[in-house]
């Protein structure tokens, strides 16, 4: 089986991915490889809310009206509006300081589009994984661990995924960072939290919300929306984790 993996370092960690076939070789896989990292790129140029001229910076500060943007762009903002309403607003970009930010929807959605990279030059195998945040395409299932929050080599909970995408949020990578879009402060519902299912920027999605809600968020699973997604979460202060 030919393999090709990459690593680029942008949206302010690094993207790992990997593409094999048994029906193509390193030279064909490598054609999609090299359109991925394109892509990774456009949307850092694209989402980011870190640079002042990109498409997300411009819609904070009003230089440019959603109406204006192009049809990538009012897609996340759609499909974030979509997550809000799924959440009960605990996943909220709109109730952000300095404005709109998607951040915690476009890394699994941009996964999931590099996995739809793969998919059209006949790709049957891959991972991406973009800081945490995993799409799985398999013809086979693979064993995906979630880590402890404060001892990254500890796995505390494994799932056996073929074709989906797994995100996590919480103090492991950044500290204290998500704050409660009902109150404005931090949030203090749960100290690390994994979700997964299908769809990858839903699943980035939920996994704040769950941040947010701890053990409350357990109802937003009772949604017929919701039916193919499950999650593993520590509450804050708890010694034991709640799976759904």
């Not at 357990?218 to 997604?229: G, I």
Request: charged content about 20%; hydrophobic content about 40%.
């Amino acid at each position: 089986m030919a393999s090709v993996f990459r690593e680029v370092d942008t949206w302010g960690t690094v993207v790992h991915y990997e593409g094999s076939s048994e029906e193509l070789s390193e030279t064909e896989i490598t054609v999609a490889v090299n359109e991925i990292e394109d892509f990774l790129w456009h949307v850092d140029e694209t989402f980011s809310t870190y640079k002042p001229d990109s498409i997300i910076s411009q819609l904070r500060d009003g230089r440019i009206a959603i109406a204006d943007c192009s049809d990538e762009v009012r897609g996340v903002w759609n499909a974030t509006a979509f997550a809000r309403d799924l959440t009960f607003g605990l996943f909220d970009p709109w109730c952000v300081e300095g404005g709109y930010d998607p951040s915690g929807y476009v890394k699994g959605w941009a996964a999931d589009r590099a996995a739809d990279i793969f998919a059209k030059y006949g790709v049957t195998e891959c991972v991406i994984n973009a800081g945490g945040d995993l799409t799985v395409r398999s013809q086979t299932p693979k064993v995906v661990g979630v880590s402890h929050p404060y001892n990254r080599g500890e796995i505390v909970h494994s799932i056996n995924m073929a074709n989906g995408s797994l995100a996590m949020s919480g103090v492991t990578e950044r500290g204290a960072h998500i704050r409660d879009p009902y109150t404005g402060l931090i949030a203090i519902g749960a100290t690390v939290a994994a979700a997964w299912g299908p769809d990858g920027g839903i699943a980035d999605a939920l996994a704040t919300a769950l941040v947010v809600s701890g053990q409350e968020g357990a109802k937003l699973f009772s949604q017929p929306e919701l039916k193919e997604y499950h999650c593993y979460v520590i509450d804050r202060g708890a010694e034991q984790a709640w799976l759904m």
